[in-house]
Each structure stands twice: as C-alpha cells, then as structure tokens.
C-alpha cells in the first residue's frame, strides 16, 4: 500500500512513523523548503507521550522537555484558585512533555530520515488530486525541479494544518479559518524562573484576557538543536478594541508593545520587566479554529491532525491529539486491504470524539474552573470543580485509567 502524507509538520511525521512500524510505505510532500526547528512550546499530554514511547521516542522526548508535575489556575493576582497534578503524580504510567515545537519537530524528522531515507520531500505543493476506484493521483509542484509532477498512491492524507489544501479541496465553500477576536501574544525567555520550575499556570480565565506560562528547554541559538537551555514559554491573550483584517495576519512584537499590554498584570512570582527583556521572537497570532466537520474521509482521501479538527487551545490537546490520530489511523491501515473500510474507521473512532472536543474548547474547556471560581468569589478545589476538569478529560479518555490501561494501537497488528 502506498501513502501519501501532505504536511511535514509533527502530525505528518508522526504519521509516517506509525505507518513504517507496521509496514506500510508512506511519502511525506512538504511545501516548506527546508523544516527548520522554529516555533514556541507545545505540551504532550500522557496520552500522546505513550505513543511516541511506543514508536521508540520516549527517552528522547523525555531529554528534549520539561516533564511538569502541577497545573495551576491562578487569578491576574497570581493567588491560586485551583491546582492538580500532572502526569506521573497524577497516576499516569507516563510524563506530561513540555517541549519546543521545533526541537520535537526535528527530532520526529531525524528519526523519519533514519527509519524511513528519503521518504520527506521538501519544497513540493499540493496543487490537487483525483482519486478513481483504485487510489488517488496527487498533483504537486516541485520547486527545485520547476515542474508539475503526479504522485499515484492508494491513501492520500491531508495533515495540512489549520490551512490545510486538502481539506480545502474537499470542502471548497468552507472559507477561512474562525478567528473569536482573540491574539495571542507568544515568546520565549531565559533567565526568568517560575516557581518550582515544574509548574504550568493559567492566570485569568476569559479569552483575550489570560496569561499561560510554563518552562521548556529551548534551542540556546535560533535554528540549532544541538545545545538546548532552560526558557519560560509564555502567552499573552489579548483582544482589540477595534478589530480589522490586519488582526489576522501573525506579526512580531517588540517588548515595548508587550509591555504596556502586560501594564495591568501583577503576578507576583513572575519577574515581568526581566520577561520581556530577555524574550526573543516575540510574535502575535490570531486565536483560530474551524467548525467540526461532517466527514473526514472521502474515498481514499481522509484528514489528520489541525486540517482535520483545528481547536482553540484549551485543556493541553492540540498536539496531543494529532498525534493520536496518527497512531489510530496507521493502526486502521494496517488492519485491512481496502484504505476505504481503514479510513471509516479511523474516522467513526476519532471523529465524534474530536468534534466535541473542538465545541467544548469553544467553551473554555477545563478553564471554565477559573470562571467559576472567579464568580463565586471563593478559592481551592472542589468536588463541582474536579468534576469539570475529570468531564473535560473524558471527552478525550484522557484520565490515567483510560491512558493506563487502553489496549495499545501498536497490539496485534496485522492484516485480517
């Protein structure tokens, strides 16, 4: 069985690395020319850390991040409304990951070019696809060799990202991503300590009026993963009084700029005036996601990751979950000879459970705690308060019993 993936990003990799452990080949376009280790951080909740274990990254993973052990939810004040622990102090078999997105992304990418050489194909567009009843022609232009060329496979992904070709082939009167008026403003800074240094806090509870921090381990230059130092990840929400199309373009920041958006936060544990003097790339992005889809798959063509379920990131999941899409997906590949029975049931396992995922998210997730404690007037946890965090992970099975104890999707796989 051929595959084609189109997105090198951490959901393709991913992807291509599940299919080569049970034996399918796969081919990764990539329209970037070059996947350079840029971004900010990203967490991996338990659930994804296990799959990455099982593809045989853990002990990577585990030396390129932070594990952190406590959530807490705080105030713009700082003063703690709520707490809970993460990952193995909280029952789990496996860590919460703090990472950069461009150190995971390039480890992910070292281990496709050693596993799998040749199979990630840089500077080629999708331009489209016909499928047919027996596979799919994917159109690309290869820039380097500045001509249109056809791939033929039997399962085309789209892992595309929020933007995704694919998914905008598929529903061509969607239209643009959803922006809920909210920036967020990302950087990174050394130097600046929080806490115990194992700690993600979550100050304010309202969008475009929050701040997120947490440490990581962060390349100590741009671009080179060689040598990594300890920064704190930071994200600003703010939202503009008078928005205009301009609002929707990423652009970069200066300290200054953060500066006085930062004017009314006094979180006393964090040094703000040596968080913006040491932060570097400082960047604004629009809050994005998409309704939840109908349907994902389409014959031989399916969708994966941020082109299939883009969410606002609340509760942790936007990289936990398309990571786990990729393992399914590969798991229902290898199960069958027909890709289209694989793809409806890649999708009837992912699909339902993702799209109320992306409707809860749009409902704070488990940050409706700090609301709620905010209109209460009252501080510490609470039997109502554990209830919507545990509700929350449910949706997802992302408790330590489902994570623990779940059949692996690596488990007897093979062809029926």
Known sequence: ???????????????????????????????????DPVGVGINLLPSAVRELSELGLGAALEEASVMPHRLA????????????????????????CSVHRGVLQTLLLREVDR??????????????????????????????????????????????????R????????????????VHMLRGLSTGVGLLDGRTVIVAGGTPGAKFIAYPILAPARPGDVSRLEPALNWVLETRPPEPNHEDLVVQRMTAGQVRH????????????????????????????????????SFGPITLLGDAAHPMYPMGMNGGTQSIIDARVLAHCLARTLD??????????????????????????????????????????????????????????????????????????????
Not at 141 to 149: I, L
Not at 342 to 356: K, Q, S
């Open 115 to 164: 596993r799998i050489p040749g199979a990630v194909r840089t500077g080629n567009s999708l331009l489209g696809f016909e499928a047919d009843e027996t596979g799919v022609d994917a159109q690309l232009y290869d820039r380097a060799a500045g001509r249109n060329v056809t791939y033929r496979a039997d399962v085309l992904i789209g892992a595309d990202g929020i933007n995704s």
């Open 166 to 181: 694919v998914r905008e082939k598929l529903y061509p009167s969607e239209g643009p991503a959803l922006w809920n008026g």
């Open 261 to 296: 958006q930062l004017r009314d936060w006094t979180i006393d544990f964090i040094d703000m005036d040596a968080l913006l003097s040491s932060a570097a790339g400082i960047a604004r992005f629009p809050m994005l996601d998409r309704d939840p889809l109908p349907r994902w």
């Open 339 to 416: 890709p289209c029975r694989a793809l409806h049931d890649y999708e009837a396992i992912r699909r339902p459970r993702l799209n109320r995922l992306v409707r809860a998210n749009r409902l704070l997730g488990p940050e409706r705690i700090i609301k709620l404690v905010e209109q209460r007037g009252s501080h510490g946890a609470s039997e109502s308060l554990n209830r919507i965090a545990a509700h929350y992970k449910s949706l997802t099975q992302a408790l330590p019993a489902d994570v623990n104890h779940a059949p692996s999707w690596s488990y007897q796989l093979g062809l029926e």
């Open 73 to 96: 939810y705080c105030d713009r004040a700082g003063d703690l409304l709520w707490q809970e622990a993460l990952g193995r102090p909280a029952g789990f078999m496996w860590p919460q």
């Open 1 to 35: 069985m051929r595959i084609v993936i189109v997105g090198g990003g951490i959901s393709g990799l991913v992807a291509a690395l599940s299919l080569q452990a049970v034996g399918l080949e796969a081919v990764v376009f990539e329209e970037a020319e070059k996947l």
